[in-house]
């Protein structure tokens, strides 16, 4: 298995608190990403990382943020989180982007009170 | 955008029956086309892929799928289900002229009765 760790892998929280999920990955891949998916909508893509402090939005960005300082690590914030905003959330990697296939993580179970 | 549609959201089979999980893709260049499969409460794994090689393609598993362009298609099948095989399956793609982003169909969740 891919070394890809999601922490936390559960979160409770209140509106309007701001939350951090963290990635880490031992694989030293190029690409990383963040996903949230709800029943329904298959995964939709929030924010990806193609380097070092290169990022780009995805589908799903409104409300969202991310940094990247280090290749094994991608942090995804919630700034200011909403109810809409419970979803499970998964990190995934690749070494070259599209023409390879993506590894997950376990995913981050988050619910907004 | 790219967008991806699975046929059915949720499949019943019998144990030994044929799979057969549909996915269409919206783009008028052949992406590059994924299958994932995602088991309770884990994130998703591979299946198999199609990266312009051969139109039918083999995957873990006992899965295959078959690229037909005029169809815009990339169904997965498997001849004979197992009872391990319940899950949820995923379709994906990604397009070769902005390889960065991935889209993924909404699931199929396939249940095996025994």
């Known amino acids: 298995d891919a070394g890809i760790t999601q922490s936390p892998r559960h979160k409770v929280t209140e509106t309007g608190t701001p939350v951090t999920l963290r990635c880490h990955q031992t694989?030293?891949?190029?690409?990383m990403y963040w996903y949230r998916q709800d029943p329904g909508h298959g995964l939709r893509l929030i924010h990806y990382?193609?380097?070092?402090?290169?990022?780009d939005k995805g589908e799903v960005s409104d409300g969202y943020s991310v940094s990247r300082s280090k290749t094994e690590d991608f942090l995804l914030t919630l700034e200011s989180a909403t109810s809409s905003q419970t979803s499970v959330y998964f990190c995934?990697?690749?070494?070259?982007?599209?023409?390879?296939?993506?590894?997950f993580g376990d995913g981050t179970r988050l619910s907004i009170l | 955008a790219q967008s991806v549609t699975q046929l059915g959201s949720h499949v019943s089979v019998s144990e030994g029956a044929l799979v057969l999980l549909r996915c269409n893709y919206s783009?008028?260049?052949?992406?590059?086309l994924f299958w994932y499969v995602q088991y309770p409460n884990q994130g998703l794994q591979l299946l198999l892929k199609?990266?312009?090689?051969?139109?039918l393609v083999k995957g873990i598993n006992g899965f295959e799928a078959e690229f037909k362009k005029s169809e815009t298609s990339f169904h997965l099948t498997k001849p004979s289900a197992h009872m391990s095989d319940a899950a949820e399956y995923f379709c994906?793609?990604?397009?070769?002229?902005?390889?960065?982003?991935?889209?993924f169909g909404s699931g199929t969740k396939l249940n095996v009765k025994p």
């Open positions: 995934a990697i690749s070494y070259q982007g599209g023409n390879q296939p993506q590894h």
């Open positions: 694989e030293n891949h190029r690409y």
């Open positions: 990382s193609y380097g070092v402090k290169d990022t």
């Open positions: 783009s008028s260049v052949p992406p590059y």
């Open positions: 199609y990266t312009s090689a051969a139109t």
């Open positions: 994906a793609v990604s397009e070769k002229i902005n390889f960065n982003k991935f889209y």
